[in-house]
């Protein structure tokens, strides 16, 4: 199956949706109405974190999060991004981008040059060190699909925040951008 995003980040997305249904929150009659039937098949397996799945459904599956949970608020899609690097981090699989503070911007460059794109096919991301300005700033162009979803943009925002907070050990301010259909511009520095 082609697809768009790794298992491990649909995981949380579609264990969301179905405590929503399981509360009472949305009806899986609404979830029928809303959703393609491949989103419905989603919320009844086990997913494989290492497999690749439909961009598609993700967004989808995110907005509904973002509209019935997050009552449209961009925050809620940041936060969501934050804890999903927080649940990485926890895992261990990037501690190593910690040790050294004063490198910290090209360390957290390096990780998440590596890690997009493992989490989502078909994007290709760079990451360059900005001069001036006082503090460290830093800039990560993605190239992505034109079909990327924007609730995905702003869950990756609140993702690089929370890393290159815990790396800095210092308050990071990180914003995004959809500069054209298929370019997301993030950018982050120090305050």
Same mark, same amino acid.
């Given at each position: 199956?082609?697809?768009?995003?790794?298992?491990?980040?649909?995981?949380?997305?579609?264990? /969301?949706?179905?405590?929503?249904?399981?509360?009472?929150?949305?009806?899986?009659?609404?979830? =029928?109405?809303?959703? =393609?039937?491949?989103?419905?098949?989603?919320?009844?397996?086990?997913?494989? #974190?290492?497999?690749?799945?439909?961009?598609?459904?993700?967004?989808?599956?995110?907005?509904?999060? %973002?509209?019935?949970?997050?009552?449209?608020?961009?925050?809620?899609?940041?936060? *969501?991004?934050?804890?999903?690097?927080?649940?990485? *981090?926890?895992?261990?699989?990037?501690?190593? %981008?910690?040790?050294?503070?004063?490198?910290?911007?090209?360390?957290?460059?390096?990780?998440?040059?590596?890690?997009? #794109?493992?989490?989502?096919? =078909?994007?290709?991301?760079?990451?360059?060190?900005?001069?001036?300005?006082?503090?460290?700033?830093?800039?990560?162009?993605?190239?992505?699909?034109? /079909? %990327? #979803? =924007?609730?995905?943009?702003?869950?990756?925002?609140? %993702?690089?925040?929370?890393?290159?907070?815990?790396?800095?050990?210092?308050?990071? *301010?990180?914003?995004?951008?959809?500069?054209? #259909?298929?370019?997301?511009?993030?950018?982050?520095?120090?305050?």
């Amino acid at each position: 199956m082609v697809g768009g995003v790794k298992g491990t980040a649909l995981e949380s997305v579609v264990a /969301d949706v179905n405590r929503l249904v399981e509360t009472g929150v949305i009806s899986r009659a609404d979830l =029928d109405v809303r959703l =393609d039937a491949e989103d419905l098949e989603l919320l009844d397996q086990k997913l494989l #974190p290492s497999a690749w799945y439909s961009l598609g459904s993700y967004g989808r599956l995110t907005q509904l999060l %973002f509209e019935t949970e997050g009552r449209r608020r961009i925050e809620y899609l940041v936060e *969501r991004g934050r804890r999903a690097a927080e649940r990485i *981090r926890n895992a261990g699989l990037y501690a190593q %981008f910690t040790a050294d503070r004063v490198r910290w911007g090209d360390r957290i460059g390096a990780m998440l040059v590596t890690l997009g #794109p493992a989490m989502y096919r =078909d994007t290709e991301w760079s990451y360059r060190l900005l001069a001036g300005g006082g503090g460290m700033r830093f800039e990560i162009e993605v190239s992505v699909p034109a /079909d %990327f #979803p =924007d609730v995905c943009r702003h869950a990756t925002q609140g %993702f690089v925040e929370y890393t290159a907070v815990h790396a800095a050990g210092e308050n990071v *301010r990180v914003s995004s951008e959809r500069v054209s #259909p298929t370019r997301i511009v993030i950018r982050a520095g120090t305050t």
